[in-house]
């Protein structure tokens, strides 16, 4: 009796110092974060930036977390695999940084009610899945107005990835702004349908170019196209990452994308158990988006102009979808004194006036 | 007029890394060998070939070394099918793998940086000619390396003794293996010249077509190459038509596009795999005229002993 009788503390004893040292465990191990990206972390692109806010997040807190990326994965059923075995082995928190990563997140997120999901550029959110994406569109219109004034063509070449809301989005901004400088010139886009092929969309830029283009624009990830507007001598704005050095003659800007301080302040929501479903889409103001240095090129007038839109944009007093805005059949979509609301802009399928071709659907 | 010699260069540019792919296929396959791994060894060639470049400021150097680096991944992939008899489908795959994420490896203190593109050799007069000169005598010595390349491999082929012995190989290795011919030996050189070649397609791209690295930038040509192959039913002839046929089409595409024309830019995207297939439904519906040209051993492991 005596025996079983400390026998049985032993165990005891034995079974709380175990879950004492679980207890700790716990504590001690470090947060896991992962990154599902659509394309390279080479990309010097869209990816890079990306994984510059993972790394941002690597230095924001040292040995308190573990973050993990998978580069390269297709959108689609792949992604859902990738998604699936991230939540399974132990991640926390989970961006998936492509529009086509939507569905399969949502998908995973309520097998895994416990793990936070951060999906960029998406519209759909769930109790632990958030949206996240940048006014790409304000710095477009910026790029726009840029463009407009060094034209002299009057053809803005812009390629194409897919035709998603986001990407018609930026071509409609730039549109807008374009032609309220230069009301003659017209944008002619070529979609790739691919958001990475650089001897893809070096072809699609250089077809632009034969085609009379003398500004080049892209929603594509790669810098192929500075590069062949560089070859060519022609103008050329970036994408996502500064790209100067691709073509320092023809870069005239780019648009930055900067997901550090997003990164950093959703991965302490988790760490300190404030994390919640939201849908964040922050532009110049919040620094989410910035703009590369502006080419030497530009003249002193056009500069000006730019870096005052880029002011009344941060100060609210400028909109890029400021109406009034006619489709292109020239039907009436926002009347004067209105501006598009940030609903039909999530899901925009139309494009503005002074686009060239049809939107394929 | 200068718009259309603008597109036929830009023709020309999308075409040549698929005739040096293409190529050393096709010389491969006549042996008898299947080499799935085109893709691979291009990004390995082209990740070689931008490295040395711009460390030793030589584009020679760089398209040797692309070349080299090709080959001697074929030399892997010819180490595991050919002497330890490994499945050669599987292992092309493996091999593909093995170059997206090696050459991502070697490349990745080469992601963003700029590189000279490789001189275009203008011949004084004849490059100033209207139309012709842009046209036909003012490219790099890669796109005049490729063209040449087909001359020589058809003379190889079906003039030169040694080609006639690897085609009598790729026909049957066991006949060949009887009549005293070095079936191994040969096999290793035509899958290392698949190599080679595949990786001059790949300096092409990383040297000359977009020069910068970037991971995984043959974007599924490798694989194009191999399509060709078969759409070219094996003649080095058709090949060259074929590789220009597949680049055109990816450059006309854009322009369609570019002059507003209503076509889904996706079907044309996939013109050349449909035309690919149905080279395929003809060689199957009609055996015994195209099948004349494909090599009945292609794939088939060869025992030296049996």
Redesign the interface.
Same mark, same amino acid.
């Given at each position: 009796m005596k025996t079983s009788f400390i026998k049985r503390g032993a165990i005891w004893l034995g079974a709380a110092a175990v879950s004492a040292a679980m207890t700790t465990a716990a504590w001690a191990e470090p947060l896991k974060v992962g990154f599902v990206y659509v394309?390279?972390?080479? !990309?010097?692109g869209w990816t890079?930036r990306h994984d510059q806010g993972r790394k941002a997040i690597d230095k924001a807190f040292g040995d308190k977390v573990k973050t993990t990326l998978v580069e390269?994965v297709k959108e689609g059923a792949d992604s859902e695999r990738v998604i699936r075995q991230l939540a399974a082995s132990g991640h926390k928190l989970i961006f998936t940084t492509s529009f086509g990563f939507m569905n399969p997140t949502l998908k995973v997120a309520k097998s895994f009610p416990n793990v936070r999901f951060e999906h960029a550029t998406g519209y759909k959110q769930a109790k632990n899945v958030s949206t996240y994406a940048a006014r790409f569109y304000q710095g477009r219109h910026i790029a726009g107005l840029i463009a407009g004034k060094m034209t002299k063509s009057n053809v803005i070449?812009y390629i194409g990835s897919f035709p998603i809301p986001e990407v018609v989005r930026g071509i409609n901004a730039t549109t807008l702004a374009l032609q309220k400088v230069n009301p003659k010139a017209t944008v002619? @886009? @070529?979609? @790739?349908?691919?958001w990475? !092929?650089?001897?893809?969309e070096?072809?699609?830029a250089?077809?632009?170019? !034969?085609?009379g283009a003398d500004v080049i624009m892209q929603h594509t990830d790669?810098?192929?196209a500075i590069?062949?507007a560089q070859?060519r001598g022609v103008w050329a704005v970036g994408q996502a990452?500064d790209m100067t050095?691709?073509g320092p003659k023809s870069h005239l800007t780019a648009i930055i994308d900067v997901w550090d301080n997003y990164y950093v302040a959703r991965t302490k929501a988790v760490m300190d158990g404030s994390w919640k479903s939201d849908d964040t889409w922050d532009g110049l103001k919040q620094g989410m988006l910035q703009m590369a240095p502006y080419n030497a090129a530009i003249p002193a007038d056009v500069l000006a102009m730019a870096k005052k839109a880029q002011a009344n944009i941060i100060a609210g007093t400028v909109h890029p979808f400021a109406g009034p805005i006619k489709d292109q059949m020239g039907k009436e979509k926002v009347p004067a004194g209105k501006n598009l609301d940030d609903g039909s802009l999530l899901s925009m399928n139309w494009y503005v006036q002074g686009v060239?071709?049809?939107l394929?659907k | 007029m200068e718009t259309l010699t603008a597109v036929l260069i830009t023709v020309i540019g999308a075409a040549t890394p698929l005739v040096f792919a293409a190529t050393g296929e096709l010389v491969a396959e006549k042996s008898g060998v299947l080499n799935l791994g085109v893709e691979g060894m291009m990004l390995l060639g082209a990740v070689a070939a931008f490295a040395v470049a711009l460390t030793t400021g030589s584009a020679t150097l760089g398209i040797l070394a692309g070349a080299a680096a090709g080959a001697a991944l074929a030399l892997v992939f010819a180490l595991l099918t050919l002497t330890l008899l490994a499945n050669q489908v599987a292992s092309g795959l493996a091999l593909t793998i093995f170059g997206i994420g090696v050459s991502a490896l070697i490349g990745r203190s080469f992601v963003g940086v700029p590189l000279q593109r490789l001189p275009q050799l203008d011949l004084p007069g004849i490059s100033d000619l209207p139309i012709l000169g842009p046209l036909l005598f003012s490219h790099d010595a890669l796109v005049y390396l490729s063209i040449l390349a087909i001359p020589a491999t058809i003379w190889f082929l079906e003039r030169s003794r040694a080609g006639l012995i690897l085609r009598a190989i790729g026909e049957n290795h066991q006949a060949a293996h009887a009549l005293g011919h070095a079936v191994i030996k040969v096999r290793y050189l035509a899958v290392m010249f698949g190599g080679a070649m595949a990786g001059l397609g790949g300096a092409y791209l990383s040297l000359a077509y977009t020069p910068m690295w970037a991971e995984n930038m043959t974007a599924g040509r490798g694989w194009i190459a191999l399509a060709l192959v078969v759409f070219a039913t094996w003649r080095p002839g058709r090949l060259l038509l074929g590789a220009y046929l597949f680049g055109g089409i990816t450059v006309a595409q854009l322009h369609i596009q570019g002059f507003g024309f209503d076509i889904p830019s996706q079907f044309l995207s996939m013109l050349p795999y449909l035309a690919t297939i149905a080279v395929l439904v003809a060689i199957s519906a009609d055996g015994a005229r195209a099948r004349l040209n494909a090599p009945a051993s292609l794939g088939r492991i060869f025992y030296p002993e049996a």
């Open positions: 394309g390279p972390v080479g !990309d010097h890079y390269s070449g002619k @886009v @070529v979609w @790739v349908n691919t990475y !092929d650089p001897g893809k070096g072809a699609a250089k077809a632009l170019i !034969d085609q790669s810098p192929a590069q062949a070859e990452s050095h691709f060239q071709g049809k394929p | -």
